[in-house]
């Protein structure tokens, strides 16, 4: 098969269970290192026509991260493409096997598994109650049924705006500092928070920084991302859970 994937997650799962399957792949597309496969753009905007002239026999891609246009083009010009949802753990491991056996014909690969293990043997945090922004300028944060909001609930962080009627609202940071929050978690992407940048907003709220690959990406980074992510919420969020 000639495999092209729109989505950084599915193209290190695929590129891990069979490499060289895929022949394009987005700029963003950073794992595994060294991929060979032609670049053909962004997640928003790919370069259709250069997808074309790769002859894929599919096309993988997410509801969410990509384009509803750009995917009716790949449809019309005759290509094979198959879309993913993914707004919770379960859904991603369901929606892997999609991908790679029904999709790719490829036989269950043994990370999948392991994944589903080390999840399946989480230990959660004291409950404590965090706001968990993705953006600045204008500061948004995880609101309802995201991934990334699963992810943190399973390993105890009870996020303040999961019932928000939007995904990823934008909320004043006023007003994320007055919600009652115990903690803040600053993954590194989409938007990069780093040490000097995110903490400062929120005085006197203890902050984890964690990978947002851990947190925002589903393959084979979920092998690794319960030990990873609960080593960071432990480190800088134990004492807020006990005192509250």
């Known amino acids: 098969m000639r495999v092209v994937s729109l989505v950084p997650s599915l193209t290190e799962a695929v590129a891990v269970t069979a490499p060289g399957l895929l022949v394009g792949v987005t700029d963003w597309c950073t794992h595994p290192p060294g991929l060979a496969a032609a670049r053909i753009g962004g997640t928003k905007n790919p370069d259709i026509p250069a997808v074309l002239r790769l002859r894929p026999d599919l096309v993988i891609a997410n509801e969410e991260e990509n384009r509803g246009p750009d995917l009716a083009a790949l449809r019309e010009a005759g290509v094979d493409v198959l879309v993913t949802e993914v707004r919770g753990l379960d859904q991603a491991f369901c929606e892997l096997e999609r991908v790679l056996v029904t999709g790719c014909s490829l036989s269950r690969p043994r990370w999948l598994d392991r994944a589903e293990e080390a999840w399946a043997g989480v230990e959660p945090l004291p409950q404590i109650k965090a706001v968990v922004p993705v953006w600045r300028r ?25 019932g928000h009627a939007e995904r990823y609202p934008r909320i004043p940071v006023q007003e994320l500092r007055a919600s009652g929050a115990q903690a803040v978690v600053l993954p590194d992407e989409p938007y990069r928070f780093t040490a000097d940048d995110g903490p400062e907003a929120f005085p006197g709220l203890p ?11 589903y393959g084979p980074s979920l092998v690794d991302a319960p030990q990873s992510l609960s080593a960071g919420l432990r480190a800088a969020l134990g004492a807020a859970g006990r005192a509250g």
């Open 138 to 162: 204008p500061w948004m944060v995880l609101g309802r049924d995201t991934f990334a909001g699963d992810l943190l609930a399973r390993l105890g962080v009870v996020n303040v705006y999961a």
């Open 207 to 217: 902050t984890a920084l964690v990978d947002g690959r851990y947190l925002t990406w």
